[in-house]
T-cell receptor, first 114, second 117 residues
Framework: GNSVTQMEGPVTLSEEAFLTINCTYTATGYPSLFWYVQYPGEGLQLLLKATKADDKGSNKGFEATYRKETTSFHLEKGSVQVSDSAVYFCALRAGGTSYGKLTFGQGTILTVHP | DTAVSQTPKYLVTQMGNDKSIKCEQNLGHDTMYWYKQDSKKFLKIMFSYNNKELIINETVPNRFSPKSPDKAHLNLHINSLELGDSAVYFC????????????????FGQGTRLTVV
């Protein structure tokens, strides 16, 4: 079946540090890939997405590139802020027997200190 | 004008009770989901409906029963609540892809924090 693996957390950074959260996936067919963010006490919001190989998704200074050859979709940001503290989820949607359900990684807790 | 709305946001109840969580979306989507988030933040799908038809039913106790009266609504009823049912439950909706269209994102509600005491 489909699966998503994210780097272990939690991640703690100082403000303006560089962020990378690794994400790799296993899927049949041609999945679409997503990063969702969950701020404390809130629901999940789409952060960015990529629907085909070599696409780059970007939003709010975050970027991720769909790499089919390495089955990866790593999240990066050049300079994090305290307000970026949240839980980040890598996810995919694919067809076949998964019927297009979103399959999530385990989530990475990010804490940014001033 | 909330896209996906769930009620209630918080639910505290005693073991053995029966409770329902309601979900509505105004995005015109044809597919709706229930996800469960445990205390470690892990998200696992429970059910999915496409045009009111159940298409995904993961390994969930049969005390959980979803109902979709129409495309815009998906409710979750839980019988005989147990301590282990305490979690955050998220409703979500999306489009199923059309011919030649890629998989698009799902939109999530704010979640319902269920606490069973």
């Amino acid at each position: 079946g489909n699966s998503v693996t994210q780097m272990e957390g939690p991640v703690t950074l100082s403000e303006e540090a560089f962020l990378t959260i690794n994400c790799t996936y296993t899927a049949t067919g041609y999945p679409s890939l997503f990063w969702y963010v969950q701020y404390p006490g809130e629901g999940l919001q789409l952060l960015l997405k990529a629907t085909k190989a070599d696409d780059k998704g970007s939003n709010k200074g975050f970027e991720a590139t769909y790499r089919k050859e390495t089955t990866s979709f790593h999240l990066e940001k050049g300079s994090v802020q305290v307000s970026d503290s949240a839980v980040y989820f890598c996810a995919l949607r694919a067809g076949g027997t998964s019927y297009g359900k979103l399959t999530f990684g385990q989530g990475t807790i990010l804490t940014v200190h001033p | 004008d909330t896209a996906v709305s769930q009620t209630p946001k918080y639910l505290v109840t005693q073991m053995g009770n029966d409770k329902s969580i309601k979900c509505e979306q105004n995005l015109g989507h044809d597919t709706m989901y229930w996800y469960k988030q445990d205390s470690k933040k892990f998200l696992k799908i429970m059910f999915s409906y496409n045009n009111k038809e159940l298409i995904i039913n993961e390994t969930v106790p049969n005390r959980f029963s979803p109902k979709s009266p129409d495309k815009a609504h998906l409710n979750l009823h839980i019988n005989s609540l147990e301590l282990g049912d305490s979690a955050v439950y998220f409703c979500a909706s999306s489009f199923a892809p059309g011919q030649g269209v890629r998989w698009t994102e799902a939109f999530f509600g704010q979640g319902t924090r269920l606490t069973v005491v």
